[in-house]
């Protein structure tokens, strides 16, 4: 299995700009992640799906940030409008229905 | 309010010598700890587990330990190998899979 992927793998945009971020889990995993890494907090999650569906979103800082699971093997984490204090390494992470999470490689995104 | 605190942002260790990295927790709901390693420009990847039933889980040079009454865990490291560079996160649970991570501690094997 070609794990986690997650694209783009470095994004840099200007300020209020849309930026959205895609993830594919790994096949057959029941749950899906979206954390934020940074240097103050360190990885904080966002929002999880199981079976598709927004289990908890209540890390996502505020409106301008959205998530969707579409189907089992999909899913995108939008930002608009886009803030500098976005700046942030954003991984996505799956799950088979136990507790060892699977990391992407993360989304570097920089907001000038 | 930090559920799970990694107090020491960095540690260095000779290579052969033993790495031990601390984690703190607040909530005594957890019931499951966990460690992942990272390296940079990649996501974290598991380590090893530890259920709060248990006080230890081995598993090769890792070792972790669980102290529930201080609300502690750490990951001993021994022989630290120059590959274990990295930072190590730790992480906490209950009842569903939602994980709660550390800010994470920067290890540094010096050869």
């Known amino acids: 299995d070609a794990g986690v992927i997650q694209s783009p793998r470095h994004e840099v945009t200007e300020m209020g700009q849309e930026v959205t971020l895609r993830c594919k889990p790994i096949?057959?995993?029941?749950?899906l992640f979206w954390y934020r890494q940074t240097m103050m907090r360190g990885l904080e999650l966002l929002i999880y799906f199981n079976n598709n569906v927004p289990i908890d979103d209540s890390g996502m800082p505020e409106d301008r940030f959205s998530a969707k699971m579409p189907n089992a093997s999909f899913s995108t984490l939008k930002i608009q409008p886009s803030e500098p204090r976005d700046s942030a390494v954003y991984f996505c992470?799956?799950?088979?229905?136990?507790?060892?999470?699977?990391f992407g490689p993360g989304t570097r995104l920089t907001v000038t | 309010d930090q559920q799970v605190k990694q107090n020491s942002p960095s540690l260095s260790v000779q290579e052969g010598r033993i790495s031990i990295l601390n984690c703190d927790y607040t909530n005594s709901m957890f019931d499951y700890f966990l460690w992942y390693k990272k390296y940079p420009a990649e996501g974290p990847t598991f380590l090893i587990s530890?259920?709060?039933?248990?006080d230890k889980n081995e598993d090769g040079r890792f070792t972790v330990f669980l102290n529930k009454s201080a609300k502690h865990l750490s990951l001993h490291i021994v022989p630290s190998q120059p590959g274990d560079s990295a930072v190590y996160f730790c992480?906490?649970?209950?009842?569903?899979?939602?994980?709660?991570f550390g800010t994470g501690t920067r290890l540094t094997i010096i050869p």
């Open positions: 096949s057959g995993h029941n749950s």
């Open positions: 992480a906490a649970v209950f009842g569903n899979e939602k994980l709660t």
């Open positions: 992470a799956s799950s088979p229905q136990r507790y060892e999470q699977y």
């Open positions: 530890i259920s709060s039933i248990k």
